[in-house]
């Protein structure tokens, strides 16, 4: 196990948890969260501030960070890949989906 790469998840129903500080794919990493341990090997290099699943995620299935539902997966993760825009879509309303032109 490789030392030295920090990470949080601060509730156990997360499926995310998030690098302190940049970590190279191949990195083996213990992840705890009260009462909770997981040793992920990271699929992809994540750079800090971003997230890697500790957990398999389906895709359609709810992606939680911090206790919140940050977005749904839009194809099937495993464990140890980068969480990002290229495989999560946020559920709250985005601008760029309105339909213009339309009117009642």
Request: aromatic residues 4%; charged residues 30%; contains cysteine.
């Amino acid at each position: 196990m490789e030392k030295g790469y920090k990470t949080v998840m601060l509730h156990p129903e997360d499926s995310v948890a998030v690098a302190l500080s940049p970590i190279p794919a191949g990195a083996a990493v213990e992840v705890s969260c009260r009462g909770r341990r997981f040793t992920v090997v990271l699929r992809d290099a994540v750079e800090f501030g971003h997230k890697f699943a500790v957990v398999p995620i389906r895709k359609g299935q709810d992606v939680r960070k911090y206790g919140e539902v940050i977005g749904a997966a839009t194809r099937d993760i495993r464990v140890g890949e980068h969480v990002h825009v290229h495989n999560v879509e946020g559920k709250r309303g985005r601008g760029d989906r309105v339909v213009r032109g339309k009117s009642s």
